[in-house]
């Protein structure tokens, strides 16, 4: 009865913090930086930073719950989401700026995994949760999503009648609502006993993780979908005004498609849920290839918009999949690990995105590098299939031979 509350409350505190972070990254921190005299070059760093941190801690953090714990750790990258916000009033340099971020980034590093494992988690008891894994997960991420469309737009209001330095300090009170939920959930999880020395725990978690097919599918799904996504989002601002599509229109694209993205999710994973999650990331995948490939010919804003609603609808059906897809095979002692380095391909793909797509933009045009992206996810969604229809051929050989063998 009480995973329902357990639930809410994980994805309250989490929508809360990624809200205000949001809050904190567009269009706050390239105003707050460029106003401290940072080049162009090393405003791109400072954004992208505290994804790097990201990347690299995630699975550190994921091991750190799976020994002590979700909730310790739960309340630790809260108090970072708090807290940092407010050191920002006392940055005066962008070389001081780059190392704050370095640190804000420590919030998401620990939150990324830990309230990921622990909404897998929620199914362990019975079975029939565990068939729902991708629809949890759906929801879970939808208000999370929540976050990508509400904090730009709060921001920039804010910014309209305050100085940045201040909107940073509304952002940390803004944080410490998520606190409530948080210390509510304490007596969902209690501390865990190690078993096992720090050495052999984490020896045998990487072991596993790295030894689990699905978790490596999940992530290079997870990365390659992001190199595509990352290199559109990054470039498509600088390719509309090329062509001579407005600005405006451009940030609708986004909004309607993170819209989508945000309402069909949990329709996404019900359907992974039902009809398996390879089919349903396949067509995810190839509908986004679809959408990159027709984005040079989208002349028109109702085509541009139109490609925006497939796209939303694309994520909706590839990524609470792929988490589930890792949430059935990987060893339940070492849930966080699993998500922390699912993460760090996540990250991956959406540092390394941006990168690919200007060295393919310098060696052609921007029609090039969308159709180079689009040719990746079609790839990888025809290698999903095949893998899919050959995994159902295996199943059907193996109860046609038990049927053989009960008959004889």
């Known amino acids: 009865m009480h995973r329902v509350p357990v639930l809410f409350k994980i994805t309250a505190a989490d929508f809360m913090v990624r809200t205000a972070y949001q809050m904190g990254k567009t269009p706050l921190l390239p105003i707050f930086a460029a106003g401290l005299g940072a080049n162009a070059t090393f405003l791109g760093l400072i954004v992208s930073v505290s994804t790097l941190t990201g990347m690299l801690l995630k699975p550190i953090f994921g091991l750190l719950s799976d020994r002590w714990g979700r909730w310790i750790w739960l309340l630790v990258g809260t108090l970072l989401f708090i807290g940092i916000p407010f050191l920002y009033q006392l940055i005066h340099t962008p070389e001081e700026l780059l190392f704050l971020r370095l640190v804000h980034g420590l919030a998401t590093a620990i939150y990324g995994p830990v309230t990921v494992a622990w909404v897998m988690e929620q199914g362990q008891e019975s079975v029939s949760s565990v068939d729902n894994c991708a629809e949890r997960l ?38 410490s609502c998520a606190l409530l939920p948080v ?7 209690s501390p865990k006993i190690p078993s096992h020395s720090w050495r052999q725990q984490t020896a045998d978690a990487f072991r596993v993780g790295f030894k689990t097919p699905e978790l490596w599918l999940a992530g290079s799904l997870e990365c390659v979908v992001y190199l595509g996504f990352y290199a559109a989002k990054t470039f498509l601002p600088l390719y509309s005004l090329e062509s001579g599509i407005h600005i405006l229109w451009v940030g609708l694209f986004f909004s309607v498609q993170e819209l989508t993205h945000l309402f069909a999710r949990p329709f996404g994973g019900r359907l992974s849920d039902r009809k398996g999650y390879l089919p349903v990331v396949s067509c995810g995948m190839m509908l986004a290839a679809f959408s990159l490939g027709l984005l040079p010919l989208a002349n028109t804003p109702s085509f541009l918009l139109l ?60 029609s090039w590098m969308l159709w180079s992206m689009a040719a990746l996810l079609a790839v990888w969604s025809c290698g999903l299939l095949v893998r899919a229809f050959n995994k ?17």
Do not use: C
């Open 307 to 366: 490609l925006a609603l497939s796209f939303g609808l694309a994520q909706a059906l590839i990524f609470p999949a792929t988490l589930a897809l890792f949430a059935q095979k990987m060893d339940i002692r070492h849930t966080g690990v699993g998500a922390g380095l699912i993460g760090a391909f996540k990250n991956l793909g959406k540092i390394a995105g941006p990168i690919l797509g200007g060295l393919l933009i310098y060696w052609q045009d921007y």
């Open 138 to 175: 759906g929801w879970f991420s939808m208000a999370r999503n929540g976050g990508y469309l509400l904090g730009p737009t709060i921001a920039a209001a804010l910014l309209t009648v305050i100085e940045p330095a201040t909107v940073f300090t509304v952002i940390g009170l803004m944080s």
């Open 392 to 408: 159902k051929s295996l199943i059907h050989k193996s109860e046609y031979g038990e049927a053989i063998s009960v008959h004889t």
């Open 183 to 189: 210390l509510l959930l304490k007596k969902f999880n």
